[in-house]
């Protein structure tokens, strides 16, 4: 089955009964539709009106009239650059350690544990486990992880691994963990679920025909995993890179590892600048729409959406 | 979550309908299949639409015996099983009953929770809010507030004179103080034992990485502006502030400064990520009363800050002469003393400190819940901004918050 779903030789589907167009399946639909509408067109577009506004003439803060003023755009672009950059780096390096450390953990859960159900379904439970527990409070416990005089850091620093005078809490370091941490689960269950239904009977036949090990890996698993791995990389990388927790001061991050979710939070909430929030958030999805486009047409996987 | 009350006449009905006679045109693209743009229109006018104020809402007091009142977290008296014992006995005094919610837990969020329903003179679902001076200020500015009489509360007679008049409230017409604190300095006893005096000696190699500072931007740029000579209640401008922000641009790049929280810096101070930092009084009597007296705290000697919360009643609100009855109960220096006696911030009732004396005379000594002159003498107000200020200002603060000045 995940063989023909990737698979470019595949013919499109043919199937009558999706073809014909039936009342039945409109109505059926209008709930999502009139969702969709209410709950996501209307503040799209809201937003987007609200990213050309202008301040109101002698007005005071947060009053804002609608106006075409492209402007907003180049000056959140010119202040926040950083930010941006920051953002999609944090995001891929993120989305990169999370697939390094989930694809042998989904590998050996789905393929290698087959043999023992209850273990399988064991290991599986301890993934999902964390989502049990607040996902502030597992951020805010790292954070006491990693404090100065915690047994973490001061056994670094009696290694002489770090310097009598650093310190993890507020770098790009323990972002980068938190933010991999966290979506770890999002990175392992997709990934799980392809490798499930990996036919080893393909890794034997890879064998019979004298490629290596690695060869087989490289050839064979990856491609039939592909699905998976889009997927995952995917429900890591976007909200990764809109995530304002993990960087927030409050938690993992200090002044200088800011992302863009927190300069649209102080936008939004301490400045009452509408109009620059909502410009950076059109170009943070205007700009993961594009590099996720990019990526799925690259690996081949459009019928995954 | 609060109790859906029977309005004569809805405003967001009759706002939406008011807005639907308006926009025939936009109702006409809707029609012809264009909806989203339009609705998404008609629901943005709804939020930030017309800069005149909103009106009051008609008083139905005498109907409705239930007050509504948001308040920060741990900031009223509570018993053992989770009730409040002096809001018990103001519904046994006067048989009105207040549904009191810990909504607030940030000027800004909550701001940002009700605006739109201000704006409009909606009912935001609270009959009385305690918010910082600053956010009082801007509400007073839009119009948001409700204005007191104060016929109906003869207690307010026991309001401390120094906050009777302020510059944002002439009079106190709008706003009424419930408890108030000095942003100042606190060290760790024990591994900073040569402690503190000044902002200036937050400075010192000794402490770099590890020194906090709190991300509300009146107290932070407050104590620094202080330490550098100026009236922060009097009048100073642009130029004052600059100096004051380029000196905490410095200490934030240089490292000196790690950590610009807000209530969350407690955390850092009890994790000892931060060793020395600017915080709030009341924050440090109750981490040492958890903690076992470990930190220190002083108002430096240029100066430190003080701040209120302030009743205000919501323009939309239809209960201010409940609201008016709560404060004068509050007023009242035996019932302020015992909130007091919880809370640990200064009370700004005149004649509590008497009172505290019959409950717990170690609290009526100490200088933090009710100050000596000495101390109130060091303690200064920041100064109203207007709007541009308010605008700019901030813009620069938040600016270094993020590292991007």
């Known amino acids: 089955m995940a063989f023909a779903a990737f698979s470019s ?28 509408v209410l709950f996501f067109l209307t503040p799209l577009v809201s937003l987007l009106l609200t990213s050309f506004q202008a301040p109101r003439e002698f007005g005071d803060i947060g009053q804002y009239d609608y106006a075409f003023r492209w402007q907003n755009y ?30 042998p953990l989904a ?56 310097g009598p005078e650093a310190h993890v809490t507020g770098t790009a370091f323990s972002v980068i963990f938190g933010l991999t941490y966290n979506f770890i ?38 491609p039939l995993s592909m699905p998976g791995i889009v997927a995952g990389t995917l429900l890591t990388f976007i909200p990764a890179a809109g995530d304002y927790i993990n960087a927030g001061r409050d938690f993992l991050g200090g002044t200088g590892t800011q992302m863009m979710g927190n300069v649209i939070e102080a936008n939004f909430l301490v400045l009452q600048n509408y109009p620059s929030a909502a410009a950076l958030s059109i170009i943070l999805m205007t700009v993961i729409l594009v590099i996720v486009s990019i990526y799925v047409k690259r690996s081949g996987t459009e019928e995954l959406l | ?66 007050i509504r009142w948001d308040n920060w977290a741990l900031y009223i008296d509570v018993d053992d099983a989770g009730n409040y014992p002096t809001v018990d006995a103001f519904k046994a005094q006067t048989g009105l009953s207040v549904k009191y919610t810990e909504a607030v837990d940030d000027n800004n969020s909550y701001y940002g ?39 109906n509360i003869p207690n307010l007679a026991n309001l401390l004179p120094s906050l009777q008049d302020v510059d944002f409230d002439p009079g106190r017409a709008m706003s009424v103080p419930w408890q108030g604190g000095f942003a100042g300095l606190a060290w760790n006893k024990e591994k900073y034992p040569q402690g503190l005096t000044s902002v200036e000696d937050l400075w010192v190699p000794e402490l770099k990485g590890r020194v906090g500072v709190l991300s509300e931007m009146r107290d932070t740029m407050g104590l620094i502006m202080l330490d550098q000579g100026v009236d922060i209640s009097g009048k100073w401008g642009e130029k004052e502030f600059t100096a004051a922000i380029d000196e905490f641009k410095k200490q934030v ?3 000196q400064i790690r950590n610009i929280k807000g209530n969350s810096y407690k955390e850092d101070l009890a994790n000892e990520d931060t060793l020395a930092a600017i915080v709030w009084s009341g924050d440090i009597v109750q981490l040492n009363a958890e903690n076992g007296d470990k930190w220190g705290f002083v108002v430096p000697e240029k100066g430190g800050t003080l701040w209120n919360d302030n009743f205000v009643v919501p323009i939309g609100s239809p209960g201010k002469k ?56 060091k303690a200064h107000v920041f100064r109203g901004l207007d709007g541009t200020e308010e605008q700019t200002f901030n813009a620069q603060f938040q600016a270094i918050l993020l590292g991007a000045a």
């Open chain 2, 322 to 377: 409940n609201v008016e009855e709560l404060i004068n109960y509050y007023y009242d220096p035996a019932v302020a003393a015992e909130v007091a006696a919880y809370v640990n911030y200064i009370t700004p009732v005149v004649g509590a400190k008497e009172a505290m004396m019959a409950i717990d005379p170690t609290l009526a000594e100490d200088p933090l819940i009710f100050p000596d002159d000495a101390t109130l003498a």
């Open chain 2, 113 to 151: 929770k009700v605006k739109d329903q201000l704006a409009l003179g909606q009912d935001i679902g609270a009959d009385a809010v305690c918010l910082t001076d600053w956010m009082v200020s801007r509400m007073i500015r839009f119009g948001y507030t409700q204005k007191l009489d104060h016929a």
């Open chain 2, 1 to 66: 979550m609060m109790k859906s009350k029977p309005l004569p006449a809805d405003p967001m009905i009759r706002q939406l309908i008011r807005q639907a006679q308006n926009a025939q045109m936009g109702r006409r693209t809707l029609l012809a299949g264009a909806g989203a743009g339009a609705t998404a229109l008609a629901l943005a006018a709804c939020s930030s639409g017309t800069a005149a104020k909103p009106t009051a809402a008609a008083d139905t007091s005498a109907n409705d015996k239930t």
């Open chain 2, 253 to 255: 790049s240089d490292g």
């Open chain 1, 107 to 162: 590998y050996f859960i789905g393929v290698k544990a087959r043999k023992w159900p209850l273990l399988q379904s064991l290991m599986l439970v301890l993934v999902i486990a964390p989502f049990f527990i607040s996902f502030l409070l597992r951020t805010l416990a790292w954070k006491q992880l990693f404090a100065d005089e915690s047994f973490v850091v001061q056994s670094l620093k009696a290694l002489s691994l770090l």
């Open chain 1, 185 to 222: 689960p999002f990175m392992t269950l997709p990934l799980y679920t392809t490798l499930e239904r990996l036919d080893v009977r393909y890794l034997e036949a890879g064998s019979d025909l004298y490629a290596s090990p690695f060869q087989v890996f490289q050839k064979v698993t990856i």
């Open chain 1, 9 to 36: 030789t595949t013919a499109p589907s043919t199937d009558p009964v999706a073809r014909r167009r039936s009342p039945v399946a409109l109505f059926l639909l209008l709930p999502g539709i009139l969702y969709l």
């Open chain 1, 74 to 103: 180049v000056e959140v672009v010119t202040t926040y650059w950083p930010h941006i950059v920051r953002s999609f780096s944090y995001a891929l390096a993120a989305t990169f350690f999370a697939l390094l450390i989930s694809y």
